[in-house]
């Protein structure tokens, strides 16, 4: 959220326990521009993703889950601010 974004965008991953996350943020042509991971608790989780150095376009984002390696992806639309 917000999708389009003209600056960040906030991810909500759901959690069943405690578990490890990867996630990065890919330009079109599969370059990683981001890449990070984090500690989830059970319930939502909130990752936040500032694209304000990115130029206007589509990104996609992808999720991991380090348990099971459920891998989630979705797209981001930058636009101009």
Do not use: W
């Amino acid at each position: 959220f917000p999708n389009p974004t003209k600056s960040a965008v906030e991810l909500i991953y759901h959690s069943e326990c405690c578990d490890r996350l990867a996630y990065r943020v890919l330009d079109m042509q599969g370059r990683t521009l981001i890449q990070n991971e984090q500690s989830t608790t059970k319930g939502d989780n909130r990752i936040h993703l500032d694209l304000t150095r990115f130029s206007a376009g589509v990104y996609l984002v992808e999720v991991i889950n380090l348990a099971n390696q459920q891998r989630t992806m979705g797209r981001v639309v930058k636009i101009d601010q």
